[in-house]
């Protein structure tokens, strides 16, 4: 147990330095964040169901901390990959032993909060260029529909 009380201090020591930077861009906070809630849901999973509790902590863990450091409207795709990339990082670092499952759990949910970030920003960027594309057509439809202009 105190094994775990000094990984979570640390962890959570790390991940505020890191989190108070200030140039650090969406992508990183959601990474930082996926990785320090999948590390303390790995904890606080594995003290109530063992393993497999860690597994669905990772998960659970994972998915809140990246929901609650991203944008509105990238938030779903980001808890979506932060928690499974923490539960499959937990599922691969529990053949490790030792504390490979919470390591696996962190290091899970900061990639998979990143992708998941990154994938809706292009979903939210594809969404406004296509937006723009149908103002232009719709306003270059009404300019040839004035009553001025020569056929």
């Known amino acids: 147990m105190k094994k775990y009380v000094a990984l979570l201090a640390s962890v959570l020591a790390s991940s505020s330095i890191m989190l108070s930077t200030a140039h ?21 999973g594995k003290q109530v169901g063992g393993s497999t509790g860690g597994n669905i902590g990772a998960a659970i863990g994972g998915a809140g901390g990246a929901a ?33 499952q919470v390591v696996g759990a962190a290091l899970g949910g900061a990639g998979g909060g990143a992708l998941g970030n990154k994938i809706g920003n292009d979903r939210a960027a594809d969404k406004k260029s296509s937006q723009q594309r149908k103002h232009y057509k ?3 439809q009404r300019h040839y529909a004035q009553r001025y202009y020569r056929h």
């Open 138 to 140: 719709r306003h270059s």
């Open 68 to 100: 609650a450091a991203s944008k509105k409207s990238n938030r779903t795709s980001s808890a979506i990959g932060a928690g499974l990339g923490s539960y499959a990082g937990a599922a691969v670092g529990r053949t490790y032993g030792g504390n490979g």
């Open 24 to 44: 650090a861009d969406n992508t990183t906070r959601v990474a930082l964040a996926g990785a320090l809630g999948g590390a303390v849901g790995t904890v606080v």
